[in-house]
């Protein structure tokens, strides 16, 4: 499914679900920024893709009204890239602070020869510190059961120590960040329209983790995944979906 424009909405910018918004930017409109309206009309933005989308997020957040706050999903160079440029608190969940506030483009634990394409891997040298906006002051954390904007913080450590999601039961919508891949990597392209995977192993703080984590969001048995890359994924019902993506890699 894709995300309709909805009128008066900034251009770029789709609803993707009932007060959630979409900015696709950067590698071939591959990065996710979401902007999240709250019940009360906070605007949360959820993950903060990558430092060339710093004008257009800022853009498109001023004529939605401006934001109130960001809360990154994780704290890879990819998903804190607009964050220091936004002039708003920045949050995060407590095992990922110390990764966000880090100057490195590269965790420690991310191991890009993993990676089976060669070309693929020096092409990653060189866009992770592009990407990257640079180390993220963090103005408080988030954990699991907090509310946020409406949803609900679900922690998905794996890919990342502190990952984590948002997740609203009424109509089974989960932002997830990198939980889950709708795109492959290794070779930097879409999966077939429908999948989904585990994180590669290359970027993970703890593979097995991370495979439980997509277990856990198929327990959830959401209706739409709006992951960090790639379309929105939706089904009746995701779990089979999701359980499959669990046992990839």
Request: aromatic residues 10%; glycine residues 14%.
């Given at each position: 499914m894709h995300g309709k424009t909805s009128e008066g909405l900034p251009k770029g910018i789709e609803e993707v679900a009932d007060g959630v918004y979409l900015l696709r930017g950067d590698l071939k409109k591959g990065m996710s920024i979401y902007f999240v309206r709250g019940p009360d009309g906070e605007l949360v933005q959820f993950d903060a893709g990558t430092r060339p989308m710093t004008k257009a997020n800022r853009r498109a957040a001023e004529q939605m009204g401006g934001l109130d706050r960001v809360v990154l999903g994780h704290g890879h160079a990819d998903h804190r890239g607009t964050a220091p440029g936004l002039g708003v608190p920045v949050l995060c969940h407590p095992d990922e602070v110390a990764d966000a506030e880090s100057p490195a483009s590269f965790p420690p634990y991310m191991d890009l020869s993993m990676l089976e394409v060669a070309p693929v891997r020096l092409?990653?040298?060189i866009l992770l510190p592009w990407w990257d906006g640079?180390?993220?002051?963090?103005a408080d954390t988030v954990e699991e059961g907090d509310l946020v904007a409406g949803f609900e913080v679900i922690h998905f450590p794996g890919h990342?120590?502190?990952?984590?999601?948002?997740?609203?039961?009424s109509d089974r919508v989960a932002l997830v960040s990198d939980t889950v891949y709708l795109v492959d990597s290794a070779r930097l392209k879409p999966l077939p329209e429908g999948e989904a995977s585990v994180p590669h192993p290359a970027w993970a703080w703890d593979h097995q983790k991370a495979k439980e984590s997509v277990r856990k969001l198929a327990a959830l048995h959401p209706k739409?995944?709006?992951?960090g890359h790639g379309e929105p994924l939706t089904g009746e019902d995701l779990y089979e979906t999701l359980i499959e993506a669990s046992e990839k890699l």
């Open positions: 092409l990653y040298r640079g180390p993220v002051e963090i990342a120590p502190g990952l984590i999601g948002l997740w609203r039961e739409m995944v709006l992951a």
